[in-house]
Every structure is written in C-alpha cells, then in structure tokens.
C-alpha cells in the first residue's frame, strides 16, 4: 500500500463514518475529473481532511462559525458551484461550508 493510500486512510478513519466518507469522496473524484482539476498529493489530503471534518458535522449536526462571504469574492463561480454539489452530498450542513470547500478547487487551479 503506497504512503498517500495510507496517510488517506488513516484521515478518513477520524470521520467517524468511513463509509460515508469514501462516498463523498468518490463523488468529489469524478467532479474533480470532469472538471479536469488535479491536485497534487497535498492538495488531496487537505481536501480528504475537509470532507473528514464536514462528513463529522453532518453527523454530529455540529455548525461552524459564520463566515464573511467577502473574502471569497475572488473565487471562481465554478469552484463555488462544485464546492455546493459536494456539500449537498451530505446533510445537516450549513451553507457556508460551500465557501470554505471551494477554496481548495480554486487551489488546484492554479497548478
């Protein structure tokens, strides 16, 4: 089993729901394909770090904090829009993750 297998594993076991998580993750792959988005190795780990944490919150019906909406004005509407389909993936979620999410689709962009 090679490093990343691993090191994405071991993420995903501190979702509390692994299942879960690897359906949203599976999700997110053919988004990112279709889209012709490639993230490096860290990249993906961060990403798989923030599904972990959104799978927790669905699950937990745990909110973050408000978010100001401003400092995404520089992200993409595309990066926005695939972030809001990944999080309509899971439930319990509120809006704002969107946002946060998109952040690493804009990221790999500029690879």
């Known amino acids: 089993m090679n490093q990343q ?5 071991e993420i995903i076991a501190k979702s509390g729901n692994s299942d879960l998580c ?6 997110s ?13 860290t990249q993906w780990l ?3 770090s ?4 959104m799978v927790y919150r669905s699950t937990n019906m745990e909110a973050i ?5 401003a400092i995404f004005n520089e992200v ?11 999080c309509k993936q899971l439930s319990n979620l509120q809006d704002d993750e ?11 962009k500029l690879n």
Do not use: N, R
């Open 76 to 86: 993409s509407q595309d990066s926005i829009e695939m972030a809001s389909d990944i």
């Open 65 to 69: 904090p408000a978010i100001e909406k």
């Open 98 to 108: 969107k946002y946060l999410l998109s952040i690493h689709f804009e990221a790999a």
């Open 22 to 27: 690897i359906e949203v993750l599976s999700y």
């Open 29 to 41: 792959k053919k988004s990112l394909e279709a889209k012709k988005i490639v993230m490096t190795e």
């Open 50 to 53: 923030h599904i972990v944490g």
């Open 5 to 9: 297998i691993t090191k994405e594993s």
């Open 46 to 48: 961060s990403f798989v």
